[in-house]
């Protein structure tokens, strides 16, 4: 079994900044790619930042010079570093990450989600 366990949430005012942080803990031997989603009130949930194993990035249009994806494979552990935030940044962000485990047949490849963080930022 594998837990992804997101922190770093919180009220934070326009402008403001938040470093989420995602550990990857369990049945873990590794991991893929792995990212950060985010899901507003009424709203599907849309991808934020990716970032695979090797440390190339990509981001959604409208947090590209704000956010910063990153991740330490040592700790098995991503983060996300938001500047500049906007009332609309608000949001409960999940991190999600392709684990592969050990298995009795073998490494199986799997996608993790965490449980979410609650993002808010106010005007």
């Known amino acids: 079994q594998v837990q992804l366990v997101e922190s770093g949430g919180g009220l934070v005012q326009a402008g403001g900044s938040l470093r989420l942080s995602c550990a990857a803990s369990?049945?873990?031997?590794?991991?893929?790619?792995m990212g950060w989603y985010r899901q507003a009130p009424g709203k599907q949930r849309e991808l934020v930042a990716g970032i695979t194993r090797g440390g190339n990035t990509n981001y959604a249009d409208s947090v590209k010079g704000r956010f910063t994806i990153s991740r330490d494979n040592t700790k098995n552990t991503v983060y996300l570093q938001m500047n500049s935030l906007k009332p609309e940044d608000t949001a409960v962000y999940y991190c999600?990450?392709?684990?592969?485990?050990?298995?009795?047949?073998?490494?199986?490849?799997?996608?993790?989600w965490g449980q979410g963080t609650q993002v808010t930022v106010s005007s």
């Open positions: 369990g049945r873990v031997y590794s991991l893929n790619a």
């Open positions: 999600n990450a392709e684990t592969i485990t050990p298995q009795p047949t073998g490494l199986t490849m799997r996608t993790d």
